[in-house]
């Protein structure tokens, strides 16, 4: 990245973006600690159909240690000087990042990936073969493009998809809402020859539970949350709605005018929440009071940053009977498995 | 990065202000209520949208040779019009008609906004009044407009009575309508004494020269039909080819500024004038005998060669996208320049030279693309932000 970039570009943002083209993850974790939620699933690492997992859940804990690290700073004295620089904050306020990830590495891997566990059990009920890449999944590069690191997005894109093709990959199950809009249409932008699949967890699912019978373990009223990117970008809208519909036990009730494409953000998106912490705290308290307000139990998402928010936003908010579960991990429950 | 860090700190004082909360919040229901229920009663308009979107296209790709027809013709209907290159062009031209020490009244423009018009024919010596009355109460209060269509959204009632309290010197309540009733009270009488009228224009036909302007107060009919002058400032994006275009535009702008139908419309082509004595046609009958336009030009020229940020030039005003921004609804304008929101990091990018605030702007935005689902133009604007990231990062 060249300096002038760097100069405009918030901090919160080069810090990401430096992490994805430097470690291949947005939070800069060493190579494969994104890869134990997996290690006793024994998913093959070639196969022709891939399970794309994503950083955001796989780093779920640490992202989320980040984060309220990062709001913390936001609102103390020293806050308005966080966009300056995250380096100069980590000396003045004694933390060491990398810090973050020695702790996730001694952390219990069975807090990071539950989501992600459970929907390889759905795809499997549901008789899908597929492998997961593990440790040599890369990471889709997302973030440089709404940073407007275009042209580090673009040689991103060509590592990732060299990658994919060099492991015999032809299809890709993606889970992450931004990760699917990246493999689906923002790579065939930058790569003339692109010829992957690309689907969407809640398609695949739609599609194979047609004949099944599906009973949540108990009566439930839930609301559905859409991540921005799976509503308004890849018009993903019906498709949990039918899933969970489909689910007996659940009582779909919807948020007063702000649902399907109107749904109001979590203040999470293409990287706002590590530039303005604090705001994007506040827009996610009041998308969680939406959301609360219609009396559901469980609020149903697919995205882990939206999760990420609304349950910082049911903190603050101070609730604690409501929770907060991506569809899989529904699915899964439906499912017994 | 000061700038970066001025600017975090005025959205976050914003952001922690309960007043704007209110305000907003208050209106943000009404805006969503109204606009169903107009798009409700006219159903048509959502394919009027679809064609204005056409007509949009068509006529940004041509906006040199429109902006040359209109002046034609409005030179034909014994009107002045002028081509200002540039914001400094545009408040030269309009201070040599205005001159000094004079009683100017003016409808709100965004695009006066924009060049800080007021501002300078103050400095210049004379005396303006904001008419309309969400634009007066911000005059008022030495603030700036915080919505393209509701200037003072950002106050809630009790602070305009205690505005207009220390104003009349009376103790007045926080009653809308006796709010409303000492505006009109206020500026009455300043129509007639005024020497200049002002306005900008919601949309212009080239054919005919005709200005449409689109109001609810009545305010501008009274500013720009009293006064023996009316000079409007318009931008080159407003041109459509025909007066039939022209119509259609208008109303989906007034149906997605959430009106079934707006109080008054004008069609405002030329002086005023008169042929009743002997068929001797004599200007400035009962209207202004002076029409002025100065159509400004101010970077939109080069924007529209732009294949990804020209769908900025696609804008109505209409406003509906501000009211289903996130950060809009805790931040109102403090998130903007003169124009507000993602599309309005577009605009300040184009028109500032202050990079840093531009770049600031652009990444306030969070690309939930909530407000193109609102716009009648279906401008991308997560599209444009992104691409302007991309100019920022590139250092262009």
Redesign the interface.
């Known amino acids: 990245m ?1 300096k ?2 760097k ?4 901090p919160g ?1 080069v810090y990401i973006a430096d992490n994805i083209t430097s470690k291949q993850n947005v939070l800069g974790a060493p190579k494969g600690t994104g890869a134990k939620w997996a290690k006793d699933l024994n998913l093959p690492k070639e196969a022709k159909t891939i399970f794309f997992a994503g950083c955001g859940y796989q780093y779920a804990t640490g992202l989320e240690f980040m984060m309220s690290l990062l709001r913390k700073i936001d609102k103390s004295p020293i806050g ?5 620089s995250l380096a100069s904050f980590q000396k003045k306020i004694g933390v060491d990042l990398g810090g973050v990830y020695r702790k996730l590495l001694v952390k219990d891997s069975n807090s990071d990936g539950q989501p992600l566990r459970d929907a390889v059990k759905v795809l499997r009920n549901l008789g899908v073969e597929f492998g997961y890449l593990a440790d040599d999944e890369p990471c889709c590069g997302g973030l440089l ?7 580090e997005f673009a040689q991103n894109a060509r590592r990732v998809y060299d990658r994919l093709k060099s492991h015999g990959v032809k299809q890709i199950i993606s889970i992450v809402p931004s990760c699917t809009y990246t493999l689906r249409d923002l790579m065939p932008k930058y790569i003339e020859e692109y010829d992957l699949e690309v689907k969407h967890f809640s398609e695949v699912v739609l599609e194979g539970i047609q004949s099944r019978e599906l009973r949540f373990p108990r009566g439930v009223r839930v609301t559905y949350h859409d991540p ?1 990117q799976l509503a ?2 890849l018009g993903l809208i019906e498709e949990p709605r039918q899933i969970l519909r489909a689910i007996k036990g659940i009582e779909l009730t919807e948020t007063d ?1 702000t649902n399907r ?5 979590c ?1 999470g ?2 990287g ?1 929440e590590a ?2 912490p ?2 994007s705290e ?2 996610a308290v ?2 969680t009071r939406e959301l609360v307000e219609t009396g559901a139990q469980i609020i149903v998402t697919q995205c882990p940053g939206c999760i990420m928010q609304l349950e910082n936003g049911l903190k603050e908010l101070k609730i604690d009977d409501v929770e907060i579960l991506d569809l899989a991990q529904v699915v899964a429950m439906a499912m017994g498995v | 990065m000061s700038v970066f860090t001025d600017y975090k700190k005025e959205i976050m004082d914003a952001a922690h202000d309960e007043r704007i909360r209110i305000a907003l919040s208050r209106a943000i229901k009404s805006y969503r209520e109204n606009a169903n229920n107009a798009l409700k009663k006219f159903p048509h308009t959502i394919k009027m949208a679809e064609e204005v979107r056409v007509i949009k296209e068509k006529a940004i790709g041509e906006m040199e040779r429109l902006v040359q027809q209109a002046c034609e013709a409005i030179t034909e209907n014994r009107g002045q019009a002028y081509i200002a290159k540039t914001a400094e062009d545009a408040l030269n031209i309009i201070g040599n008609l205005v001159g000094r020490d004079k009683l100017v009244v003016k409808g709100k423009s965004m695009t006066g906004e924009e060049i800080g018009l007021r501002e300078h024919l103050e400095e210049q010596g004379n005396e303006v009044y904001e008419t309309d009355l969400g634009e007066f109460i911000v005059q008022k209060l030495n603030s700036r407009p915080m919505h393209i269509l509701a200037p003072a959204v950002h106050v809630p009632k009790e602070a305009v009575a205690q505005l207009f309290s220390k104003i009349t010197g009376q103790e007045l309540t926080p009653d809308i309508e006796t709010l409303v009733a000492t505006a009109r009270k206020l500026l009455r009488e300043k129509y007639f004494q005024a020497d200049i009228g002002m306005s900008g224009a919601n949309v212009v036909a080239a054919d005919t020269g005709t200005l449409i302007l689109i109001e609810n107060e009545g305010n501008i009919r009274l500013a720009t039909g009293a006064p023996p002058v009316h000079i409007a400032l318009v931008g080159m994006e407003k041109l459509v080819p025909t007066l039939g275009d022209a119509y259609k535009v208008a109303e989906v702008t007034w149906r997605y500024a959430n009106y079934t139908v707006p109080s008054y419309v004008s069609l405002v082509s030329g002086p005023s004038k008169t042929g009743d004595i002997e068929k001797v046609t004599t200007y400035g009958a009962h209207g202004p005998r002076e029409f002025h336009v100065v159509f400004l030009d101010a970077g939109r020229t080069e924007l529209a060669k732009h294949p990804v940020m020209c769908q900025a030039l696609y804008c109505l005003r209409c406003g509906g996208c501000l009211y289903e921004c996130p950060i809009f609804a805790v931040t109102a304008g403090h998130f903007g320049d003169k124009y507000f929101a993602g599309i309005g990091a577009v605009w300040a990018a184009m028109m500032m030279d202050n990079k840093e605030k531009a770049a600031a702007l652009a990444y306030t935005c969070l690309t939930c693309g909530r407000c193109k689902i609102r716009c009648p133009m279906n401008i991308d604007t997560p599209e444009m932000v992104v691409e302007l990231r991309r100019l920022i990062a590139e250092g262009a």
């Open positions: 060249d002038k970039a100069e405009l570009i918030p943002l308005a000087e966080l966009p300056m493009h709404y940073t407007g690191l275009q042209n921005c308004r970008y005018w494409e109107w749904a109001t953000c203040g998106g293409g706002f530039v303005f604090e705001l506040i827009l009041n998308r």
